[in-house]
């Protein structure tokens, strides 16, 4: 469709959507929209889907006129006005429009966000109570608004409501204890809970929180244990790591990203929380709303703007990043500078040279940059380049985990060194046996060279079942363990699953349209394989052997 095609249906839908239709027409006939006019709303709406939210409102701005008039513009110009943190503009707009959208549930909640801003405690707990959602984890989240509202209102009472205080999910009940003590100075209670923060490995941030707390009370030596503690099981936690080094250089410029006595920054903690839930539940809409929010509460805590940086990256690997906003972050410390540009060159393909070249002999993460451009080169199937950091690891620290085996493994098998694969891919398994994927590639890698056939089909069993069969790939090889087996009724059942649970990988369907072809229904067959040569991720030499199968059939079945 020519852009020319594309602006007249765009001005056809958006006629279409205004909230008075034709008679909005008629009675504003004397204040009919030029085309640039309707551009700017559309333009806007681009911007808007394509995550710029800064550029989206201001042309949505220039479209002006439309507001209280079209549902969609008033919408978008709300979210996008407060994912750039004009909270106070988008509020004007809801305030103004409220009788027209008294119950959209966005509305109504970047309302009662304005409102918990602006210390009106009373009307933000109206409009959260009169909140209406079918969604438990927005219900939850507006109970923990509920909670801190309450919190202030009834500071006489607060050491009754934080040990009444229990949520559906047992972490954020303590993560909102562990806040509310410190925040209402409360020490004997804080120390009940930050005891349980510090015993468990799923609360680092809220440990990284008390170290820095330790050093703002000046007990540096206290702050540095505790980050020590943490960092062996979590030697990846990027807020963890920066504050390890920035505790040993003496550096104290972490202790403004959040004062625990700050009610604001308080309720910051709880939206960030929620943002990052709502990104892991897939939602990366609500969770960008919810950042920002978090960030115009606090937006001192500089490293919170990671998550915004993931989730463009999530939503658009190609997305135009603006080189303010990635020095924000940067600018953090040398862990976050490392991780952006990490980040970019793996899913932007920008240059990883520089990369390379910045790492320093006393780094003192230098094992984990390794591993990140070992991880590069063989995602980017390098692999002699990959081997090369995975052995710099080695001499560091001899004793790695499972999945560092398995992807030294994968390098190995790609280039044909089966020898050190297998030994790779079975230490991996060792340490780990329940790693379902790990058992696959071994079992598989056996299959291709017709090796171990038995042993590898009570390998796949395990992995199927350990997979709750639910991934294709490995019902695939289970499938073709039994057809090497001759047990093509069984291996055609398999098949079958996998078939139809992946239904984007042409391995699959060549495995398939074998099986079918060794039970005489030629037809499928051929039918299964053209299907693959549609596959666009289909590899050149797979599909010179699919061309040759649908034109010939299985002509020498011992080749295959």
């Not at 205080?165 to 410190?182: D, V």
């Amino acid at each position: 469709m020519s852009l020319k095609k594309n602006l007249v249906f765009g001005i056809i839908l958006f006629l279409l959507s205004t909230t008075s239709g034709n008679a909005f027409l008629i009675k504003n006939q004397n204040n009919l929209y030029s085309s640039d006019y309707i551009k700017d709303y559309l333009y806007g709406s681009i911007l808007y889907a394509d995550q710029q939210h800064n550029l989206a409102a201001k042309s949505f701005e220039k479209a002006s006129k439309l507001q209280g008039r079209h549902y969609d513009y008033d919408v978008k110009k709300i979210i996008s006005l407060t994912v750039n943190g004009d909270l106070d503009e988008a509020a004007n707009i809801i305030i103004a429009t409220e009788k027209i959208y008294s119950n959209i549930f966005i509305i109504q909640f970047i309302k009662s966000v304005y409102y918990l801003k602006n210390k009106n405690l009373d009307k933000a707990l109206f409009e959260l109570q009169n909140l209406k959602t079918n969604d438990p984890l927005i219900n939850e989240l507006k109970n923990n608004l509920i909670f801190w509202i309450d919190l202030d209102k009834k500071r006489n009472l607060s050491e009754k409501i934080i040990k009444n205080y229990k949520s559906n999910y047992t972490n954020i009940t303590l993560i909102n204890q562990f806040l509310s003590s410190k925040y209402v100075q409360n020490n004997d209670l804080h120390k009940v809970y930050n005891k349980e923060i510090l015993n468990s490995q799923r609360f680092v941030r809220y440990q990284v929180l008390t170290a820095w707390n330790n050093v703002r009370e000046g007990n540096k030596k206290k702050a540095l244990e505790l980050i020590n503690s943490a960092l062996i099981n979590n030697n990846k936690n990027l807020l963890l790591m920066q504050s390890a080094i920035d505790i040993k250089k003496n550096n104290k410029k972490f202790i403004n990203y959040f004062d625990p006595k700050n009610y604001d920054h308080n309720l910051s903690e709880i939206f960030y929380i929620f943002a990052n839930i709502f990104q892991q539940r897939g939602d990366h809409e609500f969770s960008e709303i919810l950042l920002s929010i978090s960030l115009i509460f606090n937006d001192k805590f500089a490293s919170n703007n990671l998550l915004h940086f993931e989730n463009k990256l999530i939503l658009n690997r190609d997305y135009e990043f603006n080189y303010l906003f990635l020095g924000k972050i940067k600018n953090i410390g040398s862990e976050y500078k490392w991780y952006i540009d990490y980040k970019l060159a793996l899913y932007q393909k920008k240059n990883i040279n520089n990369l390379e070249k910045s790492i320093n002999a006393n780094d003192f993460f230098i094992k984990n940059k390794y591993l990140d451009l070992a991880n590069y080169y063989r995602i980017n199937e390098q692999y002699n380049l990959a081997l090369n950091y995975y052995k710099k690891i080695e001499s560091l620290e001899a004793n790695q985990n499972w999945n560092f085996y398995y992807f030294k493994g994968i390098c190995h098998e790609r280039l044909k060194q089966w020898s050190d694969a297998e030994k790779n891919l079975k230490k991996s398994i060792s340490l780990s046996p329940k790693q379902y994927s790990v058992i696959n590639y071994l079992a598989y890698s056996w299959l291709e060279r017709k090796e171990n056939i038995d042993e590898a089909t009570r390998m796949l069993e395990d992995a199927v079942k350990l997979s709750n069969w639910e991934l294709g790939y490995i019902i695939d090889s289970l499938g073709w363990a039994y057809f090497l087996k001759k047990d093509y009724d069984k291996a055609e059942r398999l098949l079958k699953i996998a078939y139809e649970k992946t239904p984007s990988e042409s391995e699959v369907y060549d495995h398939y349209g074998d099986v079918l072809w060794m039970q005489k229904k030629y037809l499928q067959a051929r039918y299964v394989w053209k299907n693959a040569m549609n596959l666009e991720n289909i590899q050149d030499k797979r599909k010179k052997k699919i061309e040759n199968k649908i034109l010939n059939g299985l002509v020498n079945i011992e080749k295959n």
